[in-house]
């Protein structure tokens, strides 16, 4: 019985130390608890991203692909492709794309390949199949910056 109590009294001070002290402040959310989606903010809403983007997309086997999206406000778009060195004109197609549900990732529709876009202040990220964000030395190269607005 003598060698309980001194174990219990060591377990107790064991207990109250680890517990340490109270804070009677709320918890904050953490970052990564906390989304864009807490407030209602994200790129469909905050962003004026009607407008022409152009750039050149890497390719696998050519030194690029000229790249010309319009996105329009009803949700339509044209896209126009010329693969370097090989295209003298380029290729067009238009249809619709839809907003996923994060408000800031769009999928082109069977017309354009369901490529999906990132929507950024001024710019569109080309993401990969997977919807992943390209990274690496590369992950630049898939931007298609933004050169008018629609009005």
């Known amino acids: 019985m003598k060698s309980t109590v001194p174990l219990c009294l060591l377990v ?25 989606q807490t407030d209602g903010h994200n790129a469909r809403n905050a962003l004026d991203w009607a407008g022409t983007y152009e750039g050149t997309l890497p390719c696998a086997d050519c030194s690029g692909i000229h790249t010309r999206l319009v996105l329009m406000q ?37 017309s354009g390949d369901e490529q999906r876009y990132f929507v950024s202040e001024g710019r569109l990220i080309m993401l990969y199949q997977d919807g992943t964000r390209p990274t690496g030395p590369l992950a630049q190269h898939y931007e298609l910056k933004q050169v008018s607005e629609q009005k």
């Open 12 to 36: 107790a001070v064991v207990l109250t130390a680890c517990a340490g002290p109270r804070d009677s402040a709320p918890l904050q959310p953490s970052s990564a608890q906390h989304s864009d």
């Open 74 to 110: 009803d949700g339509t778009y044209e896209l126009q492709t010329r693969y370097l060195d090989r295209q003298s004109h380029p290729t067009a197609v238009s249809g619709t794309f839809t907003w996923q549900p994060d408000g800031s990732t769009i999928l082109l529709d069977m």
